[in-house]
């Protein structure tokens, strides 16, 4: 017989669904260590904007790839579940429960399925992408792309620069197209046994938790940030500022709107987001079990208990 697999607990869903409290909860009972799976949330300039955990938060429980990176750092998926899976046999090898926490998709579906392995962009061509992308704007860059990767420049819209300059990275140092390595075979980052949870409330709810965390932000001093980071030479399009409210923050202390506007705005940028990351999940996220209501304390037992039968479960 081959080794049994590590167990590895998900805690999945939409932002201000509760899910960092779920797996809190569920890494103080049973010794856990909670991964993030967020994107934004890897960012250290804005540990309040974010929402990443407090250092009482901290102290309960292990906390793993919160503020692992600068502000200018480019990261794939790829490259988060290396990580991620390294950290995954870590806790494993401490007698730890690895609980995976987060809210984007593609970081969650790399982990569990895999993608193609698409070599290493050298740093280099990578910023050249990004500085040729902001000297002729996105609608020439697009065209540009359309012409060595007809696929790809199909798929990505003109206004989501990622996507578009990791397409032109990819095919500037490799020679191939990103839509011809990703039809290649992929496997998973880690094979594990999974159980995975998916905090799923209804859309009304995590539109008015949302508003309300990023007010419950701004008290706690999230517009501070976001000036620091300005300070330090943040450009406009950094990575980092990508986190939920940045920008609207940032035109705030550009002095193109008003903090009320700057908030508003926030919020549909928050409301576009959640539903995004609903869709996602609602079809290419298969869990064990559909939390469709914000978690609260209330729900702890029930959800332990089905954690506690899945680890007593043979591998």
């Known amino acids: 017989m081959g080794e049994k697999l590590p167990k ?10 509760g899910k960092s409290d779920l797996a809190l909860a569920l890494a103080e009972e049973f010794a856990g260590v909670v991964i993030n799976a967020d ?18 938060e901290r102290a309960r429980a292990p906390h793993r790839l919160f503020g692992d990176l600068e502000a200018n750092d480019v990261s794939t998926a790829a490259e988060w579940a290396a990580k991620a899976a390294l950290d995954v046999r870590t806790a ?3 007698q ?15 982990l569990m399925e895999g993608v193609a392995e698409i070599p290493r962009v050298p740093d280099e061509i990578r910023t050249a992408a990004r500085t040729m992308l902001t000297d002729i704007g996105n609608a020439d860059f697009h065209r540009l792309l359309a012409e060595r990767d007809p696929e790809s420049a199909s798929r990505i819209p003109p206004g989501n620069t990622q996507r578009l300059a990791r397409a032109w990275e ?26 995975c949870i998916l905090v799923m ?40 500022m990508h986190a939920l409210g940045a920008r609207e923050l940032a035109g705030h202390l550009a002095g193109r709107m008003s903090l009320a506007e700057a908030v508003n705005l926030a919020d549909i940028a928050t409301r576009q987001y959640a539903k995004r990351q609903a869709t996602w999940f609602r079809h290419q996220f298969n869990s ?27 591998s």
């Open 8 to 17: 590895v607990v998900i805690v999945a869903g939409p932002t201000a669904s």
């Open 39 to 56: 994107s934004q949330q890897r960012y250290r300039d804005f540990p309040i904007l974010t929402a990443q955990p407090s250092d009482a």
């Open 92 to 94: 494993h090898a401490g």
């Open 96 to 110: 730890q429960l690895p609980i995976v926490v987060g809210g984007t998709g593609l970081y969650l579906k790399v």
């Open 170 to 195: 990819v095919v500037e140092a490799t020679g191939t197209a990103l839509s011809v390595w990703q039809e290649a075979p992929a496997r998973p980052a880690l094979a594990a046994d999974y159980f």
């Open 201 to 240: 409330p209804p859309r009304e709810a995590v539109v008015e938790a949302g508003a309300a965390r990023f007010r419950a932000m701004l008290k706690a001093g999230a517009l501070g940030e976001v000036e620091a980071a300005l300070r330090k030479g943040i450009a406009p399009d950094a990575p980092a």
């Open 288 to 314: 064990d079990v559909t939390q469709e209501a914000r978690y609260t304390s209330q729900m702890r037992a029930a959800l332990v208990s089905r954690v506690r039968d899945f680890l007593k479960e043979s």
